[in-house]
């Protein structure tokens, strides 16, 4: 048991060991994306102008590697975070977290003209706020690789745990494509409808 659990112990330090290094750290940014939530925006413009400029500036910090990968250019971003909050404070206060979200990344000029401070808000997005997304995923992978159907392989339990997670409902899906792939992938013609004529065959015979 001990060696189950240094080995374990191992394989997450070897995956995750930046985080675990800088856990306090990883906390303080986790709880500074919160500064994106603008129902916790001062209504005075006095205290927002300066608000939340510190967590910026954390932020900026801490993603300063993977923001200039994406091309955000780091010293507009406080300018843009300022002009951001007297834009929403004046023109979007009644929009919800999505809903605000959605249009400052796909709406023009938004879009645009805060691009560099959007590239936190894109990373903020991509953090899992649960461990849901988890959760049903293992029970995807407990309903499809039962007890029955237990030498599945990996690959073919993945792509039946994708479908299922990600695909469409049955009610939007469209099997017609699928089916004339398998119709048409076959070395020798597919006889789907083979069983049906067996009446009539062994009746001729």
């Not at 925006?41 to 102008?49: F, I, N």
């Not at 994406?70 to 834009?87: F, Y």
């Not at 004046?90 to 979200?101: H, P, V």
Request: proline letters at 4%.
């Amino acid at each position: 048991m001990e060696a189950a659990i240094n080995i374990g112990v191992t394989e997450l330090k070897a995956r995750f060991g930046g985080l675990l290094n800088d856990e306090a750290e990883v906390k303080t940014q986790v709880q500074a994306f919160k500064v994106f939530n603008h129902d916790t925006w001062p209504d005075d413009l006095g205290s927002l102008l300066t608000f939340g400029d510190g967590d910026v500036a954390d932020l900026v910090r801490h993603f300063r590697e993977p923001l200039e990968r994406s091309g955000c250019d780091l010293a507009a971003v406080q300018d843009e975070w300022q002009g951001l909050k007297i834009l929403v404070s004046q023109s979007f206060k009644d929009k919800s977290y999505s809903g605000l979200w959605e249009t400052m990344l796909t709406k023009e000029p938004y879009r645009e003209d805060y691009k560099n401070i959007l590239e936190l808000v894109q990373l903020m997005l991509a953090l899992p706020i649960s461990a849901a997304q988890c959760e049903r995923g293992f029970s995807a992978q407990n309903r499809i690789k039962s007890s029955k159907r237990s030498s599945l392989a990996v690959s073919t339990t993945e792509d039946l745990m994708r479908i299922t997670l990600e695909g469409p409902s049955l009610e939007d899906y469209d099997p017609s494509p699928a089916v004339d792939r398998w119709m048409n992938s076959a070395k020798r013609a597919r006889r789907p409808d083979y069983k049906k004529l067996w009446d009539r065959d062994i009746l001729c015979v």
